[in-house]
């Protein structure tokens, strides 16, 4: 064998470089077995792939039976969060720092405490049904505003009402007191 750059006779018959020249000395047979090592003992690239959608455009379109469900829940709930606000108010902060003076006076408050707290439960439970009718019209129909209403309208509705029945529940806490005996 000789060199390829030099075109001295070498040494050995596996020697890697010339020992005149200092040229690499590359075989045949070094080439194909180098190449084959090499893709044996390299691990294959790994592909990942990341899904894409595709971008839709959102088109407006009609409200179906699910927007209008989801708009008028909302707005019958947030109309008895305020309506049962304003009852609250006149039938809880007049008497708030009186004394339950009588048997009609004691009735009369505890009959509006507890249509108020009913009527907040159903105002909140409106309210859920709102949303849940939000989340049928944002996946069965098409874009519109009714529904977008009905959505944020829906969660003041139970923001409001979900106040309100707390706020049921402690005010006839401090209403509810004993006339004082004064001897």
Known sequence: MFCPECGKDLIAPNQKFCHNCGAEIVTASKTSESKSERFRNEPSPQIYYVPVKPQTTLQKGVPGKYSYMSFWFALVSISIGIATFYMGINFGFPYMY???????????RLVAFFVILFLRAGGLILGIYSRMSDSKAVKLEPYNDMEKAGSIIGIFGIIINTIGLIFSIIVPITLLRPIPEYY
């Open 98 to 108: 009186m004394y339950i003076d009588s048997y009609y006076n004691l009735r009369l």
